[in-house]
């Protein structure tokens, strides 16, 4: 019924049949999701004079390239071309993607001015009456109107409207590409002024609209806009403010503006368990005056396997929690997100598959992962739930100044839930606040060694933040109680691993 409707529209309007089905097929396109701006759109052409909608549809660009030399475009399609040859030039992968479009100042100057003008000579007209200029359709939003749908079929994908709102599964695949004219004008329409015996030439700096905009502006003259003085900052000008707030010819526009287009992917998040098997790897990359920590780091370990098979930037590594350099991540792995940006390459799952094998078989076996995967944003809402409410298991080989005994053991294994107090630990104080925190001890028990009265491991399960070296040795009474207050002498611990994170994110690839 709409694509019935739209084509009635455009014969009265005496459109080509290309323009009609521009408009027939756009409009259908989005009349089911009751997008209000393309049935704007669609009213507002319906509403005007064939000459006027044709001249719509066949929008003309000149401008400068980033070498500087004039280009010529005649038509909304023929720059849609040049913008889908940088996306294929750039070797993106989208199924969908999102416009935005940006114009000079002084094109919507002069668009707000020569509204203001038709609204005083063709307010009464049918086609005109009872419009208002924030109902109108701008330049920027027609141009944007005119590029989106063969864009579509240039690049086989789906045109987003509102990306805030777009469905999560395609963000990942989702291209934002934004075209920019920086200047004065995109298309250069030149008209006369006659003021009794003077006559002024100008250029009007706009968005190519054909004779419509020649006809409209040869109208003018100067006796409508006598000294009066242009003006610059019109937020916030209503529509019945007097057309004498402008004056007309505008300042003379003697270059064609420059062009930028700009194509960026929204991220794509990795998410997965990494295990670190290493006491000299830091989490992520560690330089004290100019002088690197450690080996390696493993945020730059899995980072720079991702990065150059998707063929992006740059990436970010985040993680729940993080673990010293000298401290082993074991078990079932931490939870981490790499967001790879501007990717262009789409990760399947083969690709996921192989990028998991890389790292896990890297010779120095420093770092694994696990179950690797490909996440949406929501990626950061599964790390963060319940983070301040994990439990982690840590072994720890501690050394105590005495033999243990039997008694010790089951003396440890009693404690349940218990609450410490920690200060900040001196080891840390130079970059922490000092404060001092409330932890829990969820349950402890000692595994002997054998041949060793002295040494022993010690599992643990702890509330999240709980730092573990000072609680076994005090950190001279700065945490209490600990386990050489608890055993009544001196305890050292020499080794530290987290065997396990408690959180239900990334468990399974």
């Known amino acids: 019924m709409a694509n019935a409707n739209n084509t009635e529209a455009a014969q009265q309007l005496s459109i080509e049949p290309e323009a009609a089905h521009v408009i027939s097929a756009t409009v259908e396109r989005h009349d089911s999701t ?9 009213d507002v052409v319906q509403g005007l004079p064939s000459h006027v909608a044709k001249d719509l549809l066949s929008v003309g660009f000149t401008y400068c390239d980033d070498k500087k030399i004039h280009v010529k475009k005649e038509s909304a399609n023929d720059m849609a071309v040049a913008v889908s040859e940088l996306v294929k030039r750039e070797g993106y992968q989208i199924d969908s993607f999102s416009l935005e479009v940006s ?26 009456e009872g419009k208002s200029l924030s109902q109108s359709i701008s330049a920027k939003d027609a141009l944007k109107f005119s590029l989106a749908k063969p864009l579509e079929t240039l690049l086989g994908a789906k045109w987003v409207l ?57 109208d003018i003259k100067c006796s409508d806009f006598s000294d009066v003085t242009v003006e610059r900052s019109f937020d916030g000008l209503q529509d019945n403010e007097s057309s004498e707030c402008f004056k007309f010819p505008l300042e003379k526009v003697n270059e064609a503006c420059h062009l930028v287009l700009l194509c960026s992917s929204t991220p794509i998040y ?58 082993r991540m074991l078990g079932s792995g931490r939870p981490f997100l790499v967001e790879v940006q501007n990717a262009r390459r789409l990760p399947s799952e083969a690709f996921v598959k192989e990028i998991e094998t890389n790292i896990n078989n890297l010779e120095n076996k420093l770092v694994g992962v696990k179950n690797l995967k490909v996440v949406g944003s929501q990626g950061w809402a599964m790390m963060r739930e319940g983070e301040a409410e994990k439990q982690k298991q840590y072994a720890a080989l501690v050394w105590i100044s005495r033999p243990l005994e039997d008694e010790d053991l089951d003396s440890i294994s009693s404690f349940k839930d218990m609450q410490i107090l920690q200060r900040t ?23 002997r060694i054998g041949g060793s009265s002295q040494y022993f491991l010690l599992h643990l399960c702890t509330q999240a933040g709980t730092y573990i070296k000072e609680f076994v040795h005090g950190d001279l009474g ?20 987290v065997t396990d994170v408690k959180m239900d994110c990334f468990l399974t690839g």
């Open 425 to 447: 630990p001196i080891r840390v104080l130079h970059r922490r606040s000092p404060l001092q925190r409330e932890k829990i001890i969820h349950w402890m028990k000692i595994e």
């Open 270 to 327: 990795f998410g997965g368990r990494y295990l670190k098997y290493s006491r000299n790897v830091s989490q992520t990359r560690w330089i004290i005056d100019d002088e690197r920590m450690g080996e390696a780091s493993v945020e730059e370990i899995i980072g720079s396997n991702i990065l150059p098979l998707c063929q992006g930037d740059n990436y970010k590594f985040h993680a729940a929690g993080r673990e010293d350099i000298d401290v």
């Open 103 to 128: 114009i000079p100042p002084i094109i919507l100057e002069n668009e707000h001015s020569v509204w203001l003008y038709m609204k005083r000579k063709y307010g009464s007209e049918p086609w005109f």
């Open 34 to 42: 009751g997008d209000d701006d393309m049935q704007a759109l669609h």
């Open 162 to 218: 509102n990306p805030q709102t777009h469905p999560l599964p395609y963000f990942y695949k989702l291209l934002h590409l934004r075209v920019l004219w920086w200047g004065l004008i995109v298309r250069v329409v030149q008209w006369s002024v006659s003021c009794g015996d003077r006559s002024t030439k100008s250029i009007y700096g706009g968005v190519g609209t054909g004779n419509s905009v020649d006809s409209v502006l040869g």
């Open 478 to 497: 700065r945490t209490h109680p600990s386990i050489g207050s608890i055993l009544g002498c001196r305890a050292e611990i020499l080794q530290l691993d």
